[in-house]
């Protein structure tokens, strides 16, 4: 019961009633003073805010106006240092090719003066020594000459020229996208080559094993022929001695169509295997070198 007489205490509390502001005392208070004194202050507030804005928007104008500015240097700047650039490339594939040239001449009157001397010593060791040698050096330099001209022609096709100085982003990307293909057919052109080059150093390998191989064959079956044929010439047959020893025995009927005994008849055959193998591995020892050879060019 004392607990709930405590509960009903406690919400019995007196609740808080606000009161009304009271007047003060002695002037009166001008009410639409103070709205126009915070209208005012307002307004100076905004007039500030504004007049900062402004000057924020002045200025990044500005710090735009400069940047703008110094892209429009840096652009000249790049343009004028390509310029200065492509001009020093051009005096120095010019000057390149002076020294070229020059030393091509060096090189040509170096050469000459040696075929002179060479020619001038030669005079004195007989006419006829002389002209064949001069004819044979006149063919040989025509020869390089013409080698020499085939390869400058075959460069000069190939070397492409790279005007790019009047070209825009587009044309520029075109260019390099033209010159990526260019370097990727180049480049499967190498490996294709480097895979037909291993693949012929390896048939030219096998081959070369493959004659090392016939020629010791065809040296030994040579050899064992050879001793064979030696064989048979210093010892006779045993039934040829029979005969010489015993004319009777001859007239007996042990001998073949052709009036061969065994013994002979066996050894006849055996050289005919033998001629026909080593003539079987001679005509394959000559195709296998024809081979090589044509292999051998080929590179």
Excluded at 181 to 205: A, G, N, P
Excluded at 273 to 286: D, G, I, S
């Amino acid at each position: 019961m004392s607990d709930t007489e405590e509960v009903g205490v406690e919400e019995e509390k007196p609740k808080f009633k606000p009161t009304a502001p009271k007047i003060p005392d002695g002037e009166k208070v001008d009410f639409d003073d103070i709205q126009k004194k915070r209208q005012n202050k307002d307004l100076i507030e905004l007039q500030a805010l504004i007049d900062a804005h402004f000057e924020c928007r002045k200025k990044e104008e500005e710090e735009l106006i400069a940047l703008k500015e110094r892209i429009e240097k840096r652009r000249a700047e790049r343009a004028e240092q390509q310029r200065v650039r492509a001009e020093k490339e051009k005096e120095r594939q010019a000057r390149r090719e002076e020294e070229r040239r020059i030393k091509e001449e060096a090189d040509a009157k170096k050469k000459a003066d040696e075929e002179a001397k060479k020619k001038s010593a030669l005079s004195s060791m007989g006419s006829n020594y002389s002209s064949h040698l001069q004819r044979a050096d006149q063919k040989r330099g025509g020869k390089k000459e013409t080698e020499r001209e085939k390869k400058k022609k075959i460069l000069a096709a190939r070397r492409k020229a790279l005007n790019i100085d009047h070209l825009n982003e587009d044309k520029l990307k075109d260019k390099i996208n033209e010159l990526h293909e260019w370097m990727c057919q180049l480049e499967s052109e190498k490996f294709d080559h480097m895979e037909r080059l291993k693949r012929q150093k390896y048939e030219v390998t096998t081959l070369r094993k493959r004659v090392e191989e016939l020629s010791k064959l065809c040296s030994r079956t040579g050899i064992a022929l050879m001793s064979c044929r030696s064989t048979a010439r210093r010892e006779p047959p045993p039934a040829a001695e029979s005969r010489l020893a015993c004319p009777a025995a001859a007239q007996k009927p042990n001998c073949d169509r052709l009036g061969h005994t065994p013994d002979e008849a066996t050894h006849t055959v055996a050289k005919v295997v033998a001629q026909k193998k080593q003539a079987k591995l001679r005509f394959t020892l000559q195709l296998t070198t024809h081979v090589l050879k044509h292999a051998t060019r080929s590179f």
